[in-house]
């Protein structure tokens, strides 16, 4: 098994264990299989930290820096941990046309984080998308694979005020 870090918690124990299991998989080392193995290790942490990135870095022994170079071309591969709800936002064609600069705009007011961030909190995160193939709904936005069509600014209140709630009410029966 392979060790690279001394983990201050149980957590980050289990989540380096897994992330060596998941290189064993891989016994040919190399660039051939990095996309690959990014893939699975933001699968199964959710992104890439930089400890997961310098641990796939010395496995496959090619330097961070270029795994970061590779990394950051595709938009598929994510930096930072998604809030519990992962809000996204078609910017496609209907949907600009439709307003969802608009609701974009309206997104980040009451989030008060812009596109690409998660708030504080880690409740919600905002990302923008090109096209989620749903053109005759515009403007469109899906919360966790959740899809909400036709979307407007009163919609979009209504819609974070429901996930706010559903927040407060999974807290309060601790």
Do not use: W
Request: hydrophobic share 35%.
């Amino acid at each position: 098994m392979i060790a690279y870090f001394s983990a201050p918690h149980k957590e980050s124990t289990m989540m380096h264990d897994a992330i060596d299991r998941l290189l064993e998989r891989f016994p040919s080392k190399g660039k051939e299989c990095l996309i690959q193995v990014l893939q699975e290790v933001q699968e199964l942490e959710g992104y890439l930290s930089d400890q997961s990135i310098r641990k796939v870095s010395e496995y496959l022994t090619i330097p961070a820096s270029r795994i970061y170079s590779i990394a950051t071309f595709y938009d598929q591969f994510r930096f930072t941990p998604q809030g519990r709800y992962h809000i996204r936002i078609c910017r496609g064609t209907a949907c600009h046309v439709l307003g969802s600069s608009t609701i974009l705009g309206e997104l980040e007011k009451q989030l008060g984080i812009t596109a690409g961030n998660t708030t504080r909190s880690g409740m919600f995160s905002l990302e923008v998308v090109s096209c989620m193939g749903a053109c005759s709904l515009s403007p469109v936005i899906s919360i966790n694979g959740t899809f909400y069509d036709h979307v407007t600014l009163a919609k979009i209140r209504d819609i974070l005020l429901l996930y706010r709630n559903r927040e407060e009410g999974e807290n309060g029966r601790d």
